[in-house]
């Protein structure tokens, strides 16, 4: 399968803070790509969907001022949470989109997940 | 009501073990239907997926779709310890994934 990087794989910060995560496909290019949040024990939740050059579409009840997106390219895509408060923390994953054609189905390929703490 | 249920779990097998996973949907435009094997602070990774009724194998693993029933089930045969982890099941339609909660497997050597 396809290679998806993220970085950092984890980190701490405190409140008030903002951070970064950055999220490359390795060895494909993808118009499209998604950031998911996942608390413990529970499933992926959709955030927000991007496509290379434009706007991100944000899910309801995520905010899109304080979960900002850049799809710079084809094969990155940053995440910045600003002013992180404690409920921020969560592990956040980066997917990117890879397009099978005709008779096949888009594959998503995801990246290995960053764990965010805000104090 | 969730789009998609899935069986909570946790499954605890002996090694060598069949194991069934389900799932179950409500909407009728899921397109795809995909099987993501997650291990403890990673990303999921895809296992199968399939897009039509019926049975998809894969080595030990077979995908199972009955979209009359809105049915999905991941059978793993000779189960393994490595196969220790959690699986999610996913659906596809319009542009995104729906995710089950997934279920937590252990298997005991």
């Known amino acids: 399968g396809a290679v998806v990087s993220q970085h950092p794989s984890w980190v701490i910060c405190k409140s008030g803070t903002s951070v970064k995560i950055e999220c490359r496909s390795l060895d494909f290019q993808a118009t499209t790509m998604f950031w998911y949040r996942q608390f413990p024990k529970q499933s992926l939740m959709l955030m927000a969907t991007?496509?290379?050059?434009?706007?991100?579409?944000?899910e309801q009840g995520v905010e899109k001022d304080k979960f900002l997106i850049n799809h710079a390219s084809l094969t990155l895509s940053t995440l910045t949470v600003t002013s992180a408060h404690p409920e921020d923390s969560s592990f956040y994953i980066c997917?990117?989109?890879?397009?099978?054609?005709?008779?096949?189905?888009?594959?998503?390929?995801f990246g290995p997940g960053t764990r965010l703490t805000v104090l | 009501q969730k789009e998609v249920e899935q069986d909570p779990g946790p499954l605890s097998v002996p090694e060598g073990a069949i194991v069934s996973l389900n799932c179950t949907y409500s909407?009728?435009?899921?397109?795809?239907f995909m099987w993501y094997r997650q291990y403890s602070r990673k990303g999921p990774e895809l296992l199968m997926y399939?897009?039509?009724?019926g049975n998809k194998e894969d080595g030990r693993f077979t995908a199972q779709v009955d979209k009359s029933s809105k049915y999905i089930s991941l059978f793993i045969r000779d189960s393994q310890p490595s196969d220790s982890a959690t699986y999610l099941c996913a659906m596809w339609t319009a542009g995104k994934s729906t995710f089950g909660d997934g279920t937590t497997l252990t298997v005991k050597p």
């Open positions: 399939t897009y039509s009724s």
């Open positions: 997917s990117f989109l890879s397009r099978r054609g005709q008779g096949g189905a888009d594959t998503q390929y």
């Open positions: 991007s496509n290379e050059g434009s706007k991100a579409t944000y």
């Open positions: 909407n009728s435009a899921f397109q795809y």
